[in-house]
């Protein structure tokens, strides 16, 4: 397929992260809100938001995103960046898209916890009204703040689940900070009855995923590390744990240094639930269609291919069933003729 038919296609994303995502206009509108000085071009503007091409690792990557944070401390700029990602989602025909941040890395100003996260729910439920998409809400945990920041936030946020926000996710330095260290803060988030998803197996770390399989989260966000672990893709297999693979990060973090260790030929001969993520649109300088172009040149994924992907994500989003049930028809509708 070429670009164009990709673009148009429906597509679904359950791996995307806000403060990683903004464009660069919306970067600009917001660094102009609190007077803080830009390069003219864009191009010198670029440079500062993605991903250096040479990062080492995760960490190295994960230092872009001091950039955004200060942009992102009031109410109004919540609300305009989650607009403005699921713009970018809606544009490129996405159907369905969970979109994540961490509320501990936006209370610098006035906010609170929660009135971070309903600012969020506030720019989502905007997007929604004026463009052809659903949008909800996750909220991270951060794997390097104590466990009790953690649980805080989660106790904050609990109430608003099932109201534009739909779960959580633990994201951050995963090198220095595993499963066995977040495991507090993630049985709270769980017995505060959060959804989860979980970022594990970006630093070649199988023993992370395991671990959150283990203790039920039912959906892994990345599980690079799985790609030369039959055991562990059994686990995954027969748990029905979903992955939310992100292609172009891995490669830009490391944590697949070559296409041979990224895990997707090795999952999907397993038969697990895979999807397909942009993780950060602006730091990882992708679209989830890119992403698709990617998985057609790499691994020669159909129509029918991405069309069990985004069944894949349907099944395992954070909402009701009536709510899935509308979007499978719409995406069966999207791939018709492409079958
Ligand atoms: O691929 C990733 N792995 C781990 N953490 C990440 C990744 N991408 C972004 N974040 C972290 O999640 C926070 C909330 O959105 C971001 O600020 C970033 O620190
Ligand atoms: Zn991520």
């Known amino acids: 397929m070429d670009f164009d038919t990709l673009h148009a296609l429906g597509k679904t994303e359950l791996h995307c992260h806000l403060d990683g995502s903004l464009s ?20 010198a503007l670029r440079q500062l938001v993605q991903a250096p091409t040479n990062s080492e690792n995760l960490a190295d990557y994960l230092k872009t995103f001091d950039f955004v944070a200060p942009l ?6 919540l609300q305009m960046a989650a607009f403005d990602v699921v713009a970018q989602a809606a544009a490129e025909n996405v159907r369905y898209i969970e979109i994540r941040f961490a509320p501990a890395f936006s209370i610098s100003g006035d906010l609170s916890l929660s009135e971070a996260t309903e600012a969020v729910i506030e ?6 009204n004026q463009f052809d998409i ?8 951060m794997r390097q703040l104590p466990n009790v920041d953690n649980q805080t936030m989660f106790r904050a946020n609990a109430a608003l689940v099932g109201n534009g926000l739909v779960g959580g996710d633990f994201a951050g330095n ?28 970006e630093c070649h770390c199988p023993q992370n995923i395991a671990e959150a399989i283990f203790l039920g989260v039912p959906r892994i966000g990345h599980a690079t590390a799985c790609f030369d672990q039959p055991d562990l893709i ?40 895979i ?10 300088n992708t679209t989830l269609t890119h992403e698709y172009e990617l998985y057609q040149t790499y691994f020669k994924t159909t129509a029918a291919d991405f069309l069990t992907f985004n069944l894949n994500a349907i099944n ?5 069933e009536p709510a899935k049930q509308t979007l499978r028809d719409r995406l069966h509708q999207d791939y018709a003729a492409y079958l």
């Open 134 to 141: 659903v949008a909800k809400a996750l909220v991270c945990g």
């Open 123 to 128: 720019g989502l439920h905007q997007a929604v």
């Open 316 to 320: 395992a989003a954070f909402i009701s």
């Open 24 to 43: 660069l206009s919306c970067i600009r509108q917001l660094a102009k809100m609190i007077n803080r000085p830009l390069p003219a071009s864009d191009d």
């Open 72 to 77: 992102l401390q009031t109410k109004k700029a």
């Open 275 to 284: 999807t397909i993520n942009t993780d950060n649109r602006t730091v990882s």
């Open 174 to 201: 995963e090198a220095d900070f595993p499963t066995s260290v977040c495991t507090p803060a993630i049985k709270t988030a769980q017995a505060l009855g959060v959804p989860l998803t979980f970022h594990a197996g």
């Open 234 to 273: 059994q686990k995954i297999v027969q748990t029905h744990t979903t992955i939310e693979l992100c292609l172009t990060s891995n490669l830009q973090t490391k944590a697949a240094r070559s296409l041979d260790e990224f895990p997707y030929r090795a999952l999907k001969a397993a038969g697990a639930a």
